[in-house]
């Protein structure tokens, strides 16, 4: 079992940036993805970012070149930089990791993030 306890939301004005965190009950880095994805209001959960076990890094094209996921082994912590926000990056945002071998999922309870025009 793991617990993610994200932070980092609020509210900010487009082009201003915000840094969230997720931090894991446990080291599962190696073992599995972290991702993280949002929901805006009256849509569906969409995937955002994304760290493989080996590093490798996905994102969703909109937000390409404005975040970057990294990871802390030290801290087990997974953080998601945002950039040159837009009001259409407004949500609940929620970090998910999944054990690559097992498939198991486990999701952090949401932070919100508010970007105004």
């Known amino acids: 079992q793991v617990q993610l306890v994200e932070s980092g939301g609020g509210l900010v004005q487009a082009g201003g940036s915000l840094r969230l965190s997720c931090a894991a009950s446990?080291?599962?880095?190696?073992?599995?993805?972290q991702g993280w994805y949002r929901q805006a209001p009256g849509k569906q959960r969409e995937f955002v970012a994304s760290?493989?076990?080996?590093?490798?890094?996905n994102y969703v094209d909109s937000v390409k070149g404005r975040f970057t996921i990294s990871r802390d082994s030290a801290t087990n912590t997974v953080y998601l930089q945002m950039n040159s926000l837009k009001p259409e990056d407004t949500g609940v945002y929620y970090c998910?990791?999944?054990?690559?071998?097992?498939?198991?999922?486990?999701w952090g309870q949401g932070t919100q993030v508010t970007v105004s025009s």
């Open positions: 446990r080291n599962i880095f190696s073992i599995a993805t």
């Open positions: 760290i493989i076990s080996n590093g490798k890094t």
């Open positions: 998910n990791s999944a054990e690559e071998r097992t498939g198991r999922v486990y």
